[in-house]
Structure formats: C-alpha cells, structure tokens
C-alpha cells in the first residue's frame, strides 16, 4: 500500500495491508527490519531525509515516527479521524504532511511531536498530499473531484502556541492557491513534478492529466487516455510520466507525445496500488497486491568492446574512445538519437567501422566508421532491421541473426553474403575467436567456426547474459544473472562462481594472472582460476563494470559512461598466489607488514594444510595452541600451554606429543594434569621404572598399585593391597611364590582353619625373576623427511625478523638473461644449489681451471666446522612426515561429480554441488540413493570380536601407462540397469498400474541424476533416459491430479487431454487418447471427441480401436462438432503444460520457466515454487547443468 525510497541507502520502505511495515535491502534482496506496532493497514510511508527517522500512516486513525537505528517506535501522531492516507516528510522544515479520510489535511512539527495545522476545503476523502519539492506550496488529491495547491508560506514565519486549541474549521496558515477541476471522478493522486511547474494526476475516470503552473493561474495543457480501470498513482520520472492502476498494468507515458504509453507492464492477477522513484539510481518501485518489484525503464550498462587495445563506448548518444597504452580518453562521433542507447558494439578487426545493435523496435543495427581523433565523421550509417545480434568475426564481415534465428553472414558494405540454418534455437550471437562467433540457444551455448559452417563445442548453461574472453581467446567466462562460467576456448568447464542473493555485473580476465575479476552489485571480488577460490576485494558504493585488468590495475566504466582506471591493493589474493606458487619469501614480506588480519584468512591457511603460517595471524593462546598441535610444532604447544594451564589442553598436548615421539614432553603434560595411568605407561615404554615406582608409592588406588606392581617387581605393594582387600589365599600364594616365608606364615595364621589346609595342599611354584630393565630417556627418532621454510624459521628466532633482499649478481652480457627468475622463487637462495643455476663467485687471484676441478679440493675445516650454531642445526633437523591425504578428502576436493562426494561420504558437499549443477533445494527423496552409492563405494573389514568393524572406500586404480590419473571411486555402472528399469515401467503402465509405474520412473530421474557415465555416448544415452522418465513422471502427476476430482466433468476431460500430450510411447498414448476420448464423448463435448479420435487413427492402431474412433468421428458430426463444455484446448496451436496449475501455455503468450533438474515448464508466476515433477528442485532457478561425467569437467 505504501513504498518509500531510502535517499541514501540501497533501501526501501514498504507498508503492507496486514500492519507491518518492512525496510528491504533491493541489491541485497534480503529484508532488513520488520514493524508491526499499527493495528490497521499501512498505506503511507516515507523516510527522512538525513535523519534516521521514517514516518507510517495507517488505517488505525495515527501517523508514526521510527528511528531505524533504535529500531523502535518513537511516538504517535494522534488527531486525524479516519483513515490516514498518505504521509511525508518536509526536505527542510520538521514537517510532517498527513491526508486522510476524514476531509482534512495536517501538518504536524515531528520535534514537538504537535499538530502545526490543519487544512480543510476538501468536501471527501483526501486521498493524497505532498509537499513542493522547492517552493513552499503543498498539493492534494481528493474524491471530491478536485486537486488543489495551498500556499503554506505562513508556516515558515508562524509561532506555534500551544496554549491556543487547533482550529478544526478554517485557519490563515495554509491558503489555497489553486483548485483545479477537470476530472469527472475521484483524483487519487497529484504530483509535483522535480524541476518543472508540472503537475501530473490520476483519477477514476482512468484518465491522466497534466497541469503547468503559470503566473497566477493553473491550467490543463493535456491528457492521456490507456488504462482500462481506475488509475491508483501516478508520478513523474524525469521526462516521463509513470501510472500504475487496478488494470493490473504500469504505464509509461512520453509528456511531449499523445502516441499512447511507451512502455505496458502487466500482471496477469495483481492490482496496482502505489508507486515510488529514485532518479539517481533510475529505479521505480510498484506495490501490487501480493507484494513489490522494483525496475528500470532502460538498461544503465554502456556497451563496450575491446579492439586493437582501445576501448570503445557509448556514453550519452556518443562513441568514446580509451587507448590504454596512451591513457587517452577522445570523443570521435555521435550516434543517430534513438529512444534507447545501444546494447552491443562490435568492431571490425580490417578497419575502424564498427556494428552498433539496439533492442528496441524488434531489434535492428546500424553500421557505421568510427573516425580516428581529429578526423571528421562519415555520415554514412548503414541500418539493418528485425535483427537481434550482429557481431564481427573476421575481417570485413560480420554475423547477424533475424527473427526466425537463421544466421546471416554479411560484409563491411552491409551486403548479404549468405545465410547459414539456424543452430540449436539459437537467439544471440556473442562474439569470439577470429573466425568463430558464440550462439546461445535457451539451454546451451555454442561455439560456431563460420567457414565450416558447423559447431565446435558447446555447453549446457542457460540464461547466459554475456560472454567476456581473455586477451588470448584461451578462456571464457559466460555471466548468467547470479552465476560465471569459466570454461576453456572449447568450452570445458574450469569452475563455476556462483552469488546466491546479488546480480552478478560484470568480469574481466587478468592479463598477467590466473585470476578471473569480476563485480557484482556491491562488490569486487576475485576468483583464483588455479582453484576457484573466491574474495572481496572491496564494497562499491555503485554499480562498475569491468573492461580489462592487469596486476593490480583495473579499468572500468561507470553508469554514467566515465571510465576510471583504479590501482587496488588486493594483498590477500597477491599472499594467495605467492603461497600456491610457494613463493615463501614473498609471502613472509607480506606477513611481516601486519597488514592481514582475520580469522578467514586463519581458516583458509589450515585448510591449505598451512597451520605453521597460519600461527603468525592470531594472538589467541589457544588458536595458536591449536595450529602448533596442527602443524607439529611442538615448542610453540608446549609454550602455548604454559601460557594458559588448561588441563584440556595438556590432554591434547600429551597425546600430541605421544604420537610424534616426544615423550619427555608426553610425560611432562600427563604430569601437569595427575595422568597417573597415562604417565606409567610412558614409564613403562622407556623403562623409567624409578619414575614408574615413585607413582606406586604416591597412589591410593589399590588397581593402579596392583597392575603398575607386576611391570616393578614390587612383591610387597601387591601382598599388602591383597590382604587389604581380604584376598589371603592369593596374598598367601603370591608370598610364598617370591619366598617371602614370614610373610606367608603370618597370612597363613590369620586365615580360617579349613581355608589354611586347602592352601597347604596347594603346590606352589617359585615366580621367575624380573629383568633388568635398561632405561631410555631420548625421544623417538623421526623419519629423514625435510622441515618446510617455515618449520625452519618458527625454530630460529632470528630468522623471522628479518629477510633480507635477493641480492643481483653483476652478470653483463649475453649470459646475463640466464639469471631470469625461471622457477617463480623469487631468487631463493636457498634452491640455487639445488636447481644448479647460481653462479659461483671466482676467488681472488684463482686462475680459472677445468670445468670439475673444484671438486677435488681438500679444505682443512678444523675444529670450528664441527661447532655449528643451535640455528644451523636446527635448520637441517627431520621431523615425522605428515599424514598423507585420504582418498575421501582428495575425492571432495579434486571431483565436480555430487556422486564422488557421496561415496567420500560428504553428502553435505554432495547436496550443494547438486545445488549449483541442477538447483536442489529438496534432498530428502534421494536419502535412499546417497546410501546405496556410499556402501557401494566403501567396504568394510571385520575386525576381532570387541572392536568395531575397519570401512574403507573402494577406489580404482589407474593404469600402468597412465598413473598420473587421479585416482575415483569404484562405482558399479548403473546406466544398464536404468534401462532395463524403464522396460519394467513400461510393463506396469501397459497394465494399468501407475503408482507402481510412478515410483520406478520417478526413481530412474533420481538415480539418473547420480548416475556416472565415461563418454558422450554415454552420456547421451542418460540424458534420453532422463527424458522418458520425466515424461512419464509429468503424466502420473497429471493422471494423479485427475483422480483427486472426480467429480468436475470440464477438468477431467482438460486432463485427460493433456496426459496424451506427453511424450510416451505410441502404445500408451493410444490408450490415453482412448480414454479422454471416451471422457469428452459421454461430457457431449462432441468437437473435442472427433479431435481426439482423428489423433488416434493417427497411430495406426487396431482394427477395433480404429472402429471405435471413426464411429465417434461420425457421431460428432451427426450433433454438429459442437463441446457443450468450454474446453480449453487448441490442438492447432502449439503448447507446453505448466507443471503447477496444469493449463496449457501456448506458444507466443508467455515465457515459461523451467525446473533445472527436469526441465518441466511452469508460468513465470510460479518461480520459486517447488516442482511438482521432480520434488527436489525450485522453479526458474539458475544452474550451470548437471555433470554426469569426469570427461565434462576436464
């Protein structure tokens, strides 16, 4: 009911009918806050415009002031007695405008929370007012007929009295200037125009009238007549005049033409109510009955092309000029004026003409030659029309595609060269490598070579908007509304970004780098084309549109066509290139500026298996504790866990250590937190058995004594926890045995007599001696396995402080380009002896010699060379090898296919890939499939009795001639096994049972979706498999539904007729004909009877059968071919069945959407619903395709 543009902020304001009013973030498409104080609904809004303030009127009688930032109400304006209409805030004074339905208008002072005054005059509801954007005048609406202008210049100069009642009937505040009649019915809206004396209305009478503001008078100076129902709002947009209505329509009307509105925007069940506009940002907002949608009347993107290392542009009906290499921006010529600037430039790479297309008028181009700066322009502009691509391909010749989607090719003259059959429904053509244009058809994307006169590659991606390819045509990114596609120049995929909540605007390759730039609504960000990793490089305040970039330079246009050239300082992604391409010295410079900070940048070091670097971001002790356990760091743990003496992280810490070998540190962590059971262990793995008996004697626990007793030999210990706790017999036996002979007379004698002669008769055996343990105190040794640069440096504390610059040898001549940085070590050192490609430095005085004599030289190293520094020492030490990666880990991370996850068992990761790829939103139908993939891949071995089985996953192995493959699941091959299903589907749906026949084929979509094939052919033989089951999939749906209402006759036959309209085999569509046949004969819709009988004979079917339809046939002749139902069916006009409502859609009225995952079409008004076919994915969701194969990714 009310909308409301934020001044500042990407916000809008809107009032609902229900009493919320809600604040929406429109690039963000996220809403904000959400108020529901109002007991009525809300039919006014609007915010201030400095202060974080906005004001509501709503049918509860009250006008309300909110500070967004308190997220609160601040008070009520109480006064009005009736419906409060619309409400607006003052741009100078603390006014507030108010009308409502009780005849008045008021004007309140919002800092005093008071009733300025009232205006009265209007004998009806007022159903508008505003305040003049610059003058000191205010307007109303009213249904009373008239629009009237009050002059409210007194309030400026007026001293509020709040001794003195408010006047309900008359005051001298605010006198009206102008009554404006004209209208035959109720006005529900005026509007001041911006700049102009213009003032536009709308009223019931559906007509829209424009006043102009003179010099003590106001008169009409024309109308516009369009709306078929009672127009609701209406304003003014710059040079235009939008209306919206109950005619379900916005209207956009030219002030200066009586040719009817330019532009219509319908919708097919929603009443038009209110609308709001934002000029800066060209963005209009309509509020309808089921919510808001805002929009532009015209595209702000500048079309831009790259040639010859100049840009080209169009910027205000001219063409601009960029030499990068010069930085020289020039303006060569202007454009023929058109209603809307062009969409794409093409340039010819032969000379300077270039091919201008615009979308308008049913899409034409114009061919024209751009002048070098300083040259005069050729007028001579040649013009295509029904057009809607033209680009060039090669020198002197350029591509057009007409309406029926033939391909034309034509030369620089504009005349026809010769045309070429469409490709695959193709509606745009992108341009591409010399020789090669880009056709994009509704689910793919073709790369088409000309003089073949055939496609190359193609892809399956839907919804492209733009195709950008890198300075060497070697790679392209295909940009769709929330998605890139970064492929090879054959069109292989390399990843897939993927923007859940913002449009996605533009991409440039870096020309030095392997990285993909791109911006979305509100950001720059980056993508690491190595391995698709993703960034923000910063927020943008407005929209910008990359044209190229290199290193840290970035060149891109802004909305208003100005080119800017902007030097970024992207050191995250310059720290993540130098650490993937181990470049340590550079990413060592960058960690001493301290200029990174973040726990993501923490996350993404330990998952790049880097928690050694990792410890040089953070400062909190146990986050560091953590990545030195990580990283095998032990000095830097233990320091760590002095630091916070938390027995948690003394556990860790000696289990840590116990698995590198450290047991000094093992047994000093088990110390600090009392493991006696862990620490005698140690004890007993070193044989440190005086450290072992010190535990004994300080322990209470009788079992420790006892168990740790046996390892020492101390017989004592354990005779006397024996009689402690009444075992005489076994203290007896255990004396005797070690001869201690007092000590068993006297355990004897304190026994029972009868229990002292049963161990007399027992013979017992002398206890074998306990060996002499040898103790060893050193630690585990470590595998000989190098330490990493940075395990070096965290051990040398003079290391990380400073590293100094790789100094240049002073090699002249011809050698000296040998000395070129080859292996991107930054000159490391360290490596040159290594890679052999330092230089050694001749000693003074050395005559030269033979190319291997060095090597015989005996040096004297004395004494000193065996004395190395603890540094030195410690930076050729050995630690134990890391644990290599597990085949489930390198599954997730290397495979795009969702079934490689699932055998790894990540099905989380298995679930949004199958987002991206086919847009899942609904994963429980296929709980049963992940299951049956995963304990296929996986094995389990049994293990002994007391222990839990050992799984394991079932891998396949490469080749002996090709063991550089990675390594995949071992997944049974299933693709047989749908075909063989879809035959026992046929069966059950030849026999008429079709819930049986609707769970097989709805399981073959769903194991079709993860099922793995190795080649095209195979592939291809999967997607006709997809095909049949989703075909019969929709006819259930639609028999299903048939059955659910038996009852109405008109439906039922509709149905019926529709399940013939799926693609089923002859046989079953036979029988379906028969059956609507038969439904629409005893409904006397006797037409459609004869239609479906003719269609029957159509399939050459058996002599009964084509009996029974030709008796139709004549039958419904004999009662004149007539439906006593209204059927809605056209079998002369082809359609396709919106999957949601079950109504056919035929061709030419609307654009229906498609389910991702089974390409089941619905109308546009369902987007975001469920599909009825599937049940696992969202209509008109974006997806990049399923991937069904490793071939499709490589």
Same mark, same amino acid.
């Given at each position: 009911k009310g909308i409301a543009f934020h001044p500042q902020r990407p916000w809008v304001l809107c009032g609902l009918h229900n009493g919320v009013v809600q604040i929406w973030d429109y690039r963000m498409r996220t809403c904000v806050d959400r108020y529901e104080e109002h007991t009525g609904p809300v039919r006014g809004v609007d915010f201030h415009a400095s202060q974080p303030l906005f004001v509501t009127g709503s049918d509860d009688h009250t006008a309300r002031v909110w500070n967004y930032k308190l997220k609160r109400c601040l008070f009520a304006l109480h006064g009005h007695l009736d419906f409060v209409r619309t409400v607006q805030f003052h741009k100078e004074q603390p006014w507030i405008?108010?009308?409502?339905?009780?005849?008045?208008?008021?004007?309140?002072?919002?800092?005093?929370?008071?009733?300025?005054?009232?205006?009265?005059?209007?004998?009806h509801y007022v159903m508008s007012a505003q305040f003049h954007p610059r003058e000191d005048l205010l307007i109303s609406a009213s249904t009373d007929t008239t629009i009237r202008i009050w002059d409210i210049s007194a309030l400026r100069v007026k001293k509020a009295d709040s001794s003195l009642p408010q006047d309900l009937f008359g005051n001298t505040d605010a006198v009206v200037k102008f009554i404006l009649e004209g209208h035959e019915k109720s006005v529900n809206w005026a509007s001041f125009h911006p700049e102009k004396n213009l003032i536009v209305s709308g009223s019931e009478d559906r007509t829209i009238r424009l006043w102009r503001m003179e010099e003590g008078r106001c008169v009409e100076t024309d109308s516009f007549r369009g709306h078929s129902n009672i127009i609701s709002c209406v304003t003014f947009f710059k040079d235009q005049i939008i209306s919206c209505g109950e005619d379900r329509t916005i209207r956009v009307w030219d002030m200066n033409s009586r040719a009817g509105p330019t532009h219509t925007f319908r919708r097919d069940n929603d009443r038009f109510w209110v609308l709001a506009c934002l000029p800066e940002q060209n963005l209009i907002a309509a509020g309808h009955d089921n919510g808001m949608f805002i929009f532009k009347?015209?595209?702000?993107?500048?079309?831009?092309?790259?040639?010859?290392?100049?840009?080209?542009? *169009?910027?205000?009906?001219?063409?601009?000029?960029?030499?990068?290499?010069?930085?020289?921006?020039?303006?060569?010529?202007?454009?023929?004026?058109?209603?809307?600037?062009?969409?794409?430039?093409?340039?010819?790479?032969?000379?300077?003409?270039?091919?201008?297309?615009?979308?308008?008028?049913?899409?034409?181009?114009?061919?024209?030659?751009?002048?070098?700066?300083?040259?005069?322009?050729?007028?001579?502009?040649?013009?295509? *029309?029904?057009?809607?691509?033209?680009?060039?391909?090669?020198?002197?010749k350029f591509a057009t595609l007409d309406r029926t989607n033939q391909i034309l090719i034509r030369n620089a003259s504009n005349d026809l060269s010769k045309p070429l059959p469409p490709v695959g429904n193709s509606n745009r053509i992108?341009?591409?490598p010399s020789g090669f244009i880009l056709l994009r058809g509704p689910d793919n994307v073709y790369l088409f070579h000309v003089a073949q006169k055939s496609v190359v590659a193609e892809i399956q991606i839907s919804g492209v908007r733009y195709a950008v390819w890198d300075k060497d045509f070697n790679r392209l990114a295909l940009l769709t509304k929330n998605s890139i596609q970064v492929c090879t120049r054959k069109?292989?995929?390399?990843?897939?970004?993927?923007?859940?909540?913002?449009?996605?605007?533009?991409?440039?390759?870096?020309?030095?780098?392997?990285?993909?730039?791109?911006?979305?609504?509100?950001?720059?960000?980056?993508?690491?084309?190595?391995?698709?990793?993703?960034?923000?490089?910063?927020?943008?305040?407005?929209?910008?549109?990359?044209?190229?970039?290199?290193?840290?330079?970035?060149?891109?246009?802004?909305?208003?066509?100005?080119?800017?050239?902007?030097?970024?300082?992207?050191?995250?992604?310059?720290?993540?290139?130098?650490?993937?391409?181990?470049?340590?010295?550079?990413?060592?410079?960058?960690?001493?500026?301290?200029?990174?900070?973040?726990q993501a940048l923490v996350a993404y070091l330990e998952k790049n298996n880097h928690p050694e670097i990792a410890m040089h971001f953070v400062s909190d002790p146990w986050i560091r504790f953590n990545l030195a356990v990580?990283?095998?760091?032990?000095?830097?743990?233990?320091?760590?866990?002095?630091?916070?003496?938390?027995?948690?992280?003394?556990?860790?810490?000696?289990?840590?250590?116990?698995?590198?070998?450290?047991?000094?540190?093992?047994?000093?962590?088990?110390?600090?937190i009392s493991n006696s059971h862990g620490l005698a262990y140690q004890c007993l793995l070193t044989g440190n058995m005086s450290t072992m008996q010190a535990l004994i004697d300080k322990s209470r626990d009788p079992h420790f004594v006892m168990q740790q007793g046996l390892y020492t030999g101390d017989v004592d210990k354990r005779i006397n926890v024996l009689a402690k706790s009444g075992q005489l017999p076994l203290a007896y036996s255990l004396a005797k045995s070690n001869g201690k002979d007092e000590i068993?007379?006297?355990?004897?004698?304190?026994?029972?007599?009868?229990?002292?002669?049963?161990?007399?008769?027992?013979?017992?055996?002398?206890?074998?001696?306990?060996?002499?343990?040898?103790? *060893?105190?050193?630690?585990?040794?470590?595998?000989?396995?190098?330490?990493?640069?940075?395990?070096?440096?965290?051990?040398?504390?003079?290391?990380?402080?400073?590293?100094?610059?790789?100094?240049?040898?002073?090699?002249?001549?011809?050698?000296?380009?040998?000395?070129?940085?080859?292996?991107?070590?930054?000159?490391?050192k360290e490596n040159d002896e290594e890679l052999g490609s330092g230089v050694v430095p001749v000693a003074q005085g050395g005559g030269g010699g033979g190319a291997w004599d060095d090597d015989d030289l005996e040096l004297d190293l004395g004494g000193d060379a065996t004395s190395a520094s603890p540094s030195a020492t410690t930076a050729t030490s050995f630690v134990l090898p890391r644990e290599g990666e597990a085949l489930p880990k390198h599954w997730v991370d290397h495979s795009q296919l969702p079934t490689h996850h699932i055998a790894a068992g990540s099905f989380q990761t298995a679930i949004e890939l199958l987002r991206k790829q086919v847009g899942i939103v609904n994963a429980a139908p296929l709980e049963s499939i992940f299951m049956t993939i995963w304990a296929s891949a996986n094995a389990s071995l049994p293990s002994w009795s007391l222990l839990p089985s050992h799984a394991f996953p079932l891998a396949t192995r490469p080749s002996d001639d090709d063991m550089q493959s990675k390594h995949a699941p071992l997944l049974p091959k299933s693709l047989s096994s749908l075909t063989e299903r879809i035959n026992f589907g046929y069966q059950a749906t030849q026999e008429g049972r079709f819930v049986d026949a609707a769970n097989i084929?709805?399981?073959?979509?769903?194991?079709?979706?993860?099922?793995?094939?190795?080649?095209?052919?195979?592939?291809?033989?999967?997607?006709? *498999?997809?095909?049949?089951?989703?075909?019969?999939?929709?006819?259930?749906?639609?028999?299903?539904?048939?059955?659910?209402n038996p009852t109405d006759d008109k439906r039922n036959i509709e149905l019926a007729i529709y399940f013939t309209h799926c693609k089923l085999q002859n046989s079953h569509v036979a029988l379906g004909l028969n059956q609507?046949?038969?439904?629409?004969?005893?409904?006397?819709?006797f037409k459609t009877a004869g239609i479906l009988a003719r269609r029957i004979l159509d399939l050459d079917p058996s002599q009964d059968v084509a009996l029974k339809a030709r008796k139709v046939i004549d039958e419904a002749s004999a009662k004149g071919n007539t439906d006593a139902l209204t059927i809605n069916y056209d079998d002369r006009n082809p359609f396709q069945l919106c999957v949601v409502d079950m109504v056919p859609m035929y061709r030419g009225t609307v654009e229906p959407i498609k389910c991702p995952f089974c390409f089941s079409a619905a109308h546009p008004q369902h987007k975001g619903k469920l599909c009825t076919v599937c049940k696992v994915s969202r209509l008109g969701d974006s997806s990049i395709g399923q991937i069904n194969g490793v071939f499709q990714t490589n």
């Open positions: 405008v108010s009308a409502s339905d009780d005849y008045t208008i008021r004007i309140w002072n919002w800092q005093n929370r008071s009733c300025y005054t009232a205006l009265t005059g209007h004998n009347l015209q595209r702000e993107r500048p079309a831009f092309t790259i040639a010859n290392n100049t840009l080209y542009w *169009v910027r205000d009906q001219s063409v601009r000029t960029y030499d990068f290499a010069t930085k020289t921006e020039s303006n060569p010529m202007n454009l023929r004026r058109h209603n809307y600037p062009p969409i794409t430039i093409s340039c010819n790479p032969g000379d300077s003409s270039a091919a201008f297309w615009y979308e308008s008028d049913n899409g034409f181009f114009e061919l024209c030659t751009i002048p070098k700066p300083g040259q005069a322009a050729n007028q001579d502009i040649k013009k295509g *029309v029904q057009f809607s691509s033209a680009v060039f391909f090669s020198a002197g992108f341009p591409g069109l292989k995929p390399i990843t897939t970004i993927f923007e859940s909540t913002v449009r996605v605007k533009s991409a440039a390759f870096d020309d030095d780098r392997d990285v993909l730039l791109f911006s979305t609504s509100n950001h720059l960000k980056y993508c690491n084309l190595r391995n698709g990793e993703c960034g923000t490089i910063r927020t943008t305040d407005n929209v910008i549109y990359l044209v190229r970039a290199s290193q840290n330079s970035v060149w891109y246009l802004t909305r208003q066509g100005k080119i800017v050239l902007e030097e970024i300082d992207n050191l995250e992604l310059t720290f993540k290139l130098a650490l993937q391409q181990e470049r340590f010295r550079d990413v060592l410079k960058i960690i001493q500026s301290k200029k990174l900070k973040g990580e990283s095998g760091a032990m000095d830097i743990a233990k320091a760590s866990a002095i630091e916070m003496n938390n027995p948690e992280a003394w556990r860790i810490l000696a289990e840590t250590a116990t698995r590198f070998g450290d047991i000094q540190l093992a047994m000093l962590a088990n110390a600090k068993a007379e006297q355990l004897l004698a304190s026994m029972k007599p009868e229990v002292a002669e049963r161990c007399l008769k027992i013979k017992v055996f002398p206890a074998q001696a306990v060996p002499e343990v040898h103790s *060893v105190q050193d630690n585990w040794p470590a595998l000989p396995i190098q330490e990493s640069f940075f395990s070096r440096m965290l051990k040398e504390p003079g290391l990380l402080d400073y590293v100094p610059e790789a100094q240049s040898d002073a090699v002249t001549g011809a050698w000296g380009d040998d000395e070129d940085d080859l292996f991107g070590d930054g000159g490391d084929f709805t399981q073959i979509l769903y194991s079709a979706l993860l099922c793995v094939v190795d080649d095209k052919k195979q592939l291809a033989e999967l997607q006709a *498999v997809q095909t049949v089951a989703r075909e019969y999939s929709a006819a259930f749906v639609i028999d299903t539904l048939r059955k659910a609507a046949m038969v439904r629409a004969f005893k409904g006397k819709c």
